[in-house]
């Protein structure tokens, strides 16, 4: 540079003298590229130059004011600005056009030398032109020029036009040959990518605002083929490893690549890359193959494998839309496990009593349907209510554990268990057998009432209940459509324990019943709760009883044994009265008596109901061996009744004919009766055989001395179903061949509960139909439905029949009336 300054009123001599620090800045020769400027550049040629910009700008404005006048006035201030502003653009336009490439270096390693030194030229060149910039530029800008730009940014806005735009495309693909480079594990110079990318970021400028970041030439340049790039190269890579590999495979090295993608490669693009990038490689290593996802799903479903299963899960929850079907297949999945579960368990049941009649019976008949399906009826008669109810909760328990490890207690997996256990826990082959009716009741609220009964039984073995909580009754619960089933059975069971005092404990019972309530509503429990309160009650007539016998001037053991009289609310109990002809004996007649009276006197124009099938007695009978202790006999009022006529008879022989008239029982009640007797060898049956025992001339003999290994025998324990079955078709045959009728009209105990439970619904339904068509006064059919099934879901899964059924009964009754058209309904008030 010159010594002497130039005159500040000469743009040429002015230009003349910064145009060498301006080289110098910008480094137009090669050996100041590869140091840095303020090596290069002398303090004191630096400010010569500013000092020239900035004596020129000012003398040259003095002759029109100061540059904040009037547009008119400063017209010479704007020539001087923009003389010396169009020098400089033409300088960086000529400046960049001349850069060379070397031979031993690619485009993109020459682009990257070049950018990295012109850009810091560009920041002192700036700092140079700083007067210009603060007046005469921001003068410009402020006027609605957006043409006009600071120092720095025009630098870069020639560099664009100049550098870029005609290059872009042979850039671009060498940063994209580059990153394909890596990709296939080749080491490359990461830092010329980064920084050749980091410059389409620097040159997104937006001209209204300088200050906004603008991502357009980013975005077009090299965003774009970058995603393109990206889709193609791992549409053919995911399609080539799955040739080679397994899917489980695949599933491992897809969430590698995601990562290495996201993760690895945020240093070459910007953050608006992160989600078009995510997007991309969902699509193509995701959703593009998640037929095969979904397939290997089951297969990991099948193996329990839970850090494979929880891969695939991972892997696809990015892509949400594949969420649903994949839950929708793991509904489908926990359904059918449940659903095959219970099966194999029947066919266990099924085997064992194969092989043990086929080991009875060494040349079998060839009626082998016949015998399979009555195999088939035994196997799902003897099927355990606790292996039962555990084998649906370890079904359960498995898909729990696997919903939190594996999905995270994701809500749409969660409710797909929910839906899957609530289905194989309502419908499987033991709940439901095929050929079952449309309207039958799942058995599953049955074996769970049956459960309950076993866990609060205090007569249940302890081995038995070692792994029986009231944990797996609230499980299970909570999965039933038919809560009332459940409602009624347990109710009954409920009701045994009470009357028979074979509870385990009053605390177990009421936690029991407290957690039925929280879980349903205090309506549900009503009537167990009442039965509860009806047994207290019962306990203080009990005690009037025993104070009001004992203070008779007649009092005696012998005329008035112990006494524990059960007096119930009919409505509450699950036990129907029926009128049965018998004779009660002489010895339990002064206690009946007393009873009737002392209730007369305490509760008038009530009336007592007896039923005489559910009381229970206990008798010494002391008919063992010489010297022996008495026995102590838990036996049924008729059972009591039968043993008391060989007490009262010269002979120890009685037939059947003697039985009925001396306690007026029908042949059938004698029966039942009798069959715990010849079990347990208290009496002899001549001839023998349970179609011999119905016939009037049978003759039962006590087997004297008794003998028996235990003093303590309960022989009220009941008759199974079978055996009353077997009883009841030998009496019909019995009754056809004296040419009687039948009883067909009599029901097993769950056909009684399934007549009383339709019964029930029926009234519930009505009264549902009632209370939504008072509050709405007139709906359509469709409509009247939904919400009656939306209603009783807590209850019962209502059928459509029976819905219509209620309808038409209230429509009798003139609660409701069709409407004209046909489809509606209308509240009669």
Known sequence: MADISPRSDDLDTTWTFIEPGINQILGRDSTSISKRVDRVLSPTMYMEVYTAIYNYCVNKSKSAGQFNADKQESQSSILVGSEIYERLKTYLRNYISAFEKDDNETFLQFYVRRWKRFTIGAIFLNHAFDYMNRYW????????????????????????????????????????????LERDGNIIQKNNVTVAIKSFVALGIDPQDLKKLNLNVYI????????????????????????????????????????????????????????????????????????????????????????????????????????????????????????????????????????????????????????????MNQAMNSVSPKDYVKKLLEVYSIFRDMTNECFSNDPLFTKALDNACRAYVNNNEFALPPGSLRSATSKTPEMLAKYSDQLLKKSTKPEIASDMSSDDIMMLFKFLTDKDAFESHYRRLFAKRLIHGSSSSDADEEAIIQRLQSENSMEYTGKITKMFQDVRISKILEEDYDVMVKSSTDFSKSKYPDLQPFILAETMWPFSYQ???????????????????????????????????????????????????????????????????????????????????????????????????????????????????????????????????????????????????????????????????TNGSQFTENEKIEKELNAERQIFLEACIVRIMKAKRKLPHTTLVNECIAQSHQRFNAKVSLIKKAIDSLIQKEYLQRCDDGESYKYLA
């Open 137 to 180: 530029v921001q003068k410009e800008r402020s006027d609605g020029k957006r043409h006009i730009f600071d120092v720095n940014t025009l630098c870069l806005m020639t560099w664009k036009e100049v550098m870029l735009d005609p290059n872009s495309d042979d850039l671009v693909k060498e940063i994209l040959n580059q990153i394909t």
């Open 220 to 375: 077009k340049i090299f965003e774009r083929p970058f995603l393109k790039t990206t889709e193609e190269y791992y549409k053919r890579y995911s399609v080539d490893y799955l040739t080679k590999h397994s899917v489980t495979e695949y599933i491992f090295e897809a969430r590698e690549i995601i990562s290495h993608e996201e993760k690895g490669m945020v240093m070459y693009w910007a953050d608006h890359t992160k989600k078009p990038v995510s997007e991309t490689l969902n699509s193509v290593l995701i959703t593009e193959h998640s037929q095969e996802l979904e397939a290997e799903f089951i297969i990991l479903l099948d193996s329990r494998e839970n850090s494979k299963i929880a891969a695939v899960y991972q892997l696809m929850q990015r892509d949400f839309t594949l969420l649903p079907q994949l839950a929708n297949a793991y509904e489908q999945y926990v359904r059918k496990c449940g659903e095959n579960e219970i099966s194999e368990l029947i066919a266990v049941q099924k085997a064992s009593i194969l092989n043990s009649s086929a080991s009875q019976d060494q040349h079998p008949s060839g009626s082998t349907v016949k015998d399979s399906k009555k195999s």
């Open 579 to 741: 009128e049965v002809d018998f004779k009660l004996p002489h010895d339990l007649e002064p206690s009946y008596k007393k009873l009737e009276e002392m209730y007369a006197s305490k509760h008038n124009g009530r009336i007592l109901k007896w039923l005489w099938p559910l009381c229970r007695c206990e008798i010494k009978a002391n008919i063992g061996k010489p010297g022996r202790p008495p026995f102590q006999f838990t036996v049924t009022l008729f059972q009591m009744s039968i043993l008391n006529l060989f007490n009262d008879s010269d002979s120890d022989c009685l037939t059947l004919e003697d039985i009925q008239e001396g306690t007026n029982l029908s042949v059938q009640n004698i029966a039942s009766s009798m069959v715990p007797f010849i079990k347990f060898k208290l009496v002899q049956q001549t001839p023998p055989g349970l179609e011999k025992l119905v016939k009037p001339d049978t003759q039962f003999k006590l087997a004297l001395p008794y003998r028996a290994l235990k003093s303590k025998i309960n022989f009220a324990s009941g008759v199974k179903n079978d055996v009353l079955s077997s009883l009841s078709n030998a009496f019909d045959s019995q009754t056809k061949k004296s040419g009687g009728s």
